[in-house]
């Protein structure tokens, strides 16, 4: 399927911990739908070294509105950093 891609390690990085979690996801009817899996690594684990090396997973269209929302209702200022 091509998602993973297996590549050595570079000598200067240490190898993060974490978990696997696992989801089953049901229709309407209670039917399994569909296995999903996702890796959470421990980033609380970094090195400095490695803040350059980082993923960042997008977030979904309605956790940003409802923050927005939120921030505006409060009265809030929101900030945002690209960082690279």
């Keep these: 399927m091509g998602t993973w891609q297996i590549v050595n390690l570079p000598s200067n990085c240490t190898e993060l911990p974490g978990v696997w979690s696992y989801q089953v996801k049901c229709d309407c009817d209670g039917n399994i739908s569909k ?10 684990m970094q090195m400095p070294c490695e803040y350059n090396n980082t993923y960042s997973p997008t977030s979904r269209f309605a956790a940003v509105q409802t923050m927005i929302t939120t ?4 009265g809030m200022e929101l900030h945002h950093w690209d960082i690279q």
């Design 35 to 44: 296995y999903k899996a996702s890796w959470c690594a421990c980033g609380d």
């Design 71 to 74: 921030a505006a209702q409060e």
